[in-house]
């Protein structure tokens, strides 16, 4: 099993910047892509930023420019670094981890962002 904790959503006005971050524990050995997803209300959950089992990483369009993902991995944490935030980034984001040997996802709870404009 792996444990995620997410941390840092907050309310920021349009242009600003916050980082969240993801803490992971447990069994750490099994984490494969580990990332970022978002859920905007009345949406379906979208890929936001991961690194790929081979350390790559992809976002999606959508963010590309303004947000980074990073990882430290002596702390078993994952980063999301988010500036010129806009409304339309407002959703609640997961913590997502796909193992690296056959076996169910794993996610956070999620951490809101909520940007005015």
């Known amino acids: 099993q792996v444990q995620l904790v997410e941390s840092g959503g907050g309310l920021v006005q349009a242009g600003g910047s916050l980082r969240l971050s993801c803490a992971a524990s447990?069994?750490?050995?099994?984490?494969?892509?580990w990332g970022w997803y978002r859920q905007a209300p009345g949406r379906q959950r979208e890929l936001v930023a991961i690194?790929?089992?081979?350390?790559?990483?992809n976002y999606s369009n959508s963010v590309k420019g303004r947000f980074t993902i990073s990882r430290d991995n002596a702390e078993n944490t994952v980063y999301l670094q988010m500036n010129s935030l806009k409304p339309e980034d407002t959703g609640v984001y997961y913590c997502?981890?796909?193992?690296?040997?056959?076996?169910?996802?794993?996610w956070g709870r999620g951490t809101q962002v909520t940007v005015s404009a």
């Open positions: 997502y981890v796909h193992p690296r040997w056959p076996g169910s996802d794993y």
């Open positions: 690194f790929t089992r081979d350390d790559t990483t």
């Open positions: 447990g069994s750490i050995f099994r984490i494969g892509a």
